[in-house]
């Protein structure tokens, strides 16, 4: 049974920092493209970042360019998301997921197949 438990979430105050874990078993974690997608209150779930199974691609929304890293470690079945300069704009839910495609840009949630409960983020002004 696969499963992705988020964790790292919080209030934070504008311009703060926060690192979210998400931890990944049941499978094989190195062979899977991990995402971190976000849902705020009364809007769609939105693309966040993503990364390569290997870890050498990376993939952002336009709005965290700069400001957020994604990154992994297959020893730890684990990916991050270390988020700066955070702003009120990014308050939500955080979700990670694991997809099985290869040759995609991950930017929809149909190209992932499992998803963590999500952990929330809170960032005040």
């Known amino acids: 049974q696969v499963q992705l438990v988020e964790s790292g979430g919080g209030l934070v105050q504008a311009g703060g920092s926060l690192r979210l874990s998400c931890v990944a078993s049941?499978?094989?974690?190195?062979?899977?493209?991990m995402a971190w997608f976000r849902q705020a209150p009364g809007k769609e779930r939105e693309f966040v970042a993503a990364i390569s199974y290997s870890g050498g691609t990376t993939y952002y929304t336009d709005s965290v360019k700069g400001r957020f890293t994604i990154s992994r470690d297959n020893a730890k079945n684990t990916v991050y998301l270390q988020m700066g300069s955070l702003k009120p704009e990014d308050t939500a839910v955080y979700y990670c997921?694991?997809?099985?495609?290869?040759?995609?840009?991950?930017?929809?949630?149909?190209?992932?197949?499992?998803w963590g409960q999500g952990t929330q983020v809170t960032v005040s002004s």
């Open positions: 049941g499978r094989t974690f190195s062979d899977y493209a």
């Open positions: 997921a694991s997809s099985p495609l290869y040759g995609t840009t991950y930017r929809r949630p149909m190209d992932y197949d499992y």
